[in-house]
Every structure is written in C-alpha cells, then in structure tokens.
Nanobody, 126 residues
Framework: QVQLVESGGGLVQTGCSLRLSCAVS????????MGWFRQPLGKERQFVGA????????YYTDSVKGRFIISRDNDQNMAYLQMNNLEPEDTAVYYC???????????????????WGQGTQVTVSS
C-alpha cells in the first residue's frame, strides 16, 4: 500500500523559508505525478503546485509563483516544496498528493489525486 508522509512544517516569520518533504513508499513513485495543496483554517483545500512524473514540468498557482519551487528525486522516492519569502497568507496545513496513473502530466485539481499525506502545519507570523 502506497503511503505519503509530509515533514518540514513549522512556525516561521514573514520573509523566511521552509522546505517541505514528502516521502512516498512503494516502488512506482517515479511514474506518479505529484501535487502540493494547502488548506487554511476554515477554508477549502487549495492547489499550490504540481510536477509531472519526469520532474521536467511544473505548474504553480499565481500566488506562489516566483516564491515556491517543487522538485522530486525519483531515486529517493521524495517530493519537495521549497517555500521562500513566506507570507502570513501562506499559513495552512500543507498536503502532498499522488496521481498514480503512470507517466501522466501535472494535475491541478483535488479530484485528480487519489493518495494524500497526513499534512504538515505551516504558520507564518507577521
């Protein structure tokens, strides 16, 4: 059974950086598309960014473009979300997700992802 485990969240000040990690169990990670989402308290889950199975194509929501970078290491079964110049509006629980259709593009909708991690809290103080 494939499992996703996020780590790296925490409390930081405005302008600081964090790197979230997503460890994926199983042997087929290299063909999965991966996504990052966030859910602020009391709000719906929001798309942050995604990466295709090759790692060559990424896509971000407008509010994080130029600040966040998604990457992956297929040899280590890891996906990453590097978050720079954090703002209070970035405060949320962050989730990584996997689309297990082999060799797919990136996806931006919650509905495209069948597997989810447990989430990690990111809090940015002003």
């Amino acid at each position: 059974q494939v499992q996703l485990v996020e780590s790296g969240g925490g409390l930081v000040q405005t302008g600081c950086s964090l790197r979230l990690s997503c460890a994926v169990s199983g042997r087929s990670f290299s063909v999965y598309s991966m996504g990052w989402f966030r859910q602020p308290l009391g709000k719906e889950r929001q798309f942050v960014g995604a990466i295709d199975w090759t790692g060559e194509r990424t896509y971000y929501t407008d509010s994080v473009k130029g600040r966040f970078i998604i990457s992956r290491d297929n040899d280590q079964n890891m996906a990453y979300l590097q978050m720079n110049n954090l703002e209070p509006e970035d405060t949320a629980v962050y989730y990584c997700a996997a689309n297990t259709a082999a060799n797919g593009p990136y996806y931006t909708s919650v509905a495209n992802y069948a597997l989810w991690g447990q989430g990690t809290q990111v809090t940015v103080s002003s």
